[in-house]
């Protein structure tokens, strides 16, 4: 008996010969991918439903729970000066997000089938990061809103409050490519769930929800040049809310939001070459 003749596989075409078709074939692509993730929360809505919701249940415990106890430097209300380490806390908490969504796709075998398709190779990661970026702006708006409800609010106009905004945004597309290269490393849902509890120490260890004046000199220059910390005094600068620090401060504090922007392209610099080529590697 013969064996069946089995199809060949279909051959996958070119990439194409210019730069600028390259880069629409790889836009393309990633953009497919942004709407297979917007197809898979229709279908999963908790997921995207906790992101949510977890913004909002912060707003409310620390605001309520830590109000009452904290005194903000040089005077003025705590939830005021809370809401922008929030902001930077959830910042910081949304690259687990994308290390879970890499790592199961990976587990599952879905990269390897992104990998035997022709699509352009850079498209996943590039495709698997752009899709937090419409998450990031509803949780944002939603902590905004919530934040306006419990007694905060920007003072100094729209322009520097959207330059907030912006850089907290940045900041999170940033921190979505070390998930991303986090993802595409530990290939495992259970072993990238373990590494959530690790962020938090991260995010905490600021002047997020406390003033670092209190805290012993080594750790409060740990603290001083932690990138949250960069980030919440410069929303705390930008929307012009209270706990702005004085003194002799650590550099990062003293220029905060030029500290995140050069924290943002370094991330970007180090991490996307990075994870493209370790999602390229993973398929040889």
């Keep these: ?3 069946p003749a089995h199809p060949a596989p279909p051959a996958v075409p070119p990439p194409p010969a210019t730069l600028a078709g390259r ?3 790889t836009a393309a692509d990633g953009l497919t991918l942004v709407g297979r993730e ?4 229709r ?3 908790g997921e995207l439903v906790g992101q949510l919701v977890f913004p909002a249940i912060m707003v409310v415990l620390f605001g309520y729970v830590f109000g009452s106890a904290i005194k903000v430097p040089g005077g003025g209300d705590y939830r005021e000066y809370l809401m922008p380490g929030l902001f930077a806390m959830v910042t910081f908490t949304a690259l687990m997000g994308v290390t879970m969504r890499i790592a199961t796709d990976a587990s599952r075998g879905v990269m390897d089938r992104f990998r035997s398709m022709p699509m352009a190779r850079s498209a996943v990661p590039f495709g698997q990061v752009g899709a937090d970026v419409p998450t990031a702006l509803l949780a944002m708006l939603i902590m905004a809103l919530i934040g306006l409800l419990v007694g905060w609010q920007p003072h100094r106009g729209a322009l520097p409050t959207a330059e907030a905004f912006a850089l907290l945004l940045l900041m999170r597309y940033a921190l979505c490519w070390v998930g991303c290269y986090v993802g595409l490393v530990v290939k495992n849902e259970q072993t990238a769930d373990q590494l959530v509890p690790l962020v938090f120490p991260v ?3 600021s002047n997020s929800f406390v003033p670092t004046g209190g805290m012993p000199a080594w750790l409060q220059s740990i603290a001083d040049w932690n990138p949250v910390s960069a ?3 410069a929303c705390r600068d930008l929307f012009g809310n209270p706990g702005a620090p004085t003194g002799d401060l650590a550099w990062p504090i003293a220029h905060p939001a030029t500290a995140v922007l050069l924290w943002s392209v370094g991330l970007l610099i180090v991490f996307v070459p990075l994870s493209v080529r370790t999602f390229q590697r993973k398929g040889r």
């Design 23 to 25: 880069l629409r074939w």
């Design 203 to 205: 995010a905490m260890l």
């Design 38 to 41: 917007f197809s898979r929360l």
């Design 43 to 45: 279908q999963e809505p």
């Design 231 to 233: 980030l919440t005094a």
């Design 1 to 3: 008996m013969t064996a």
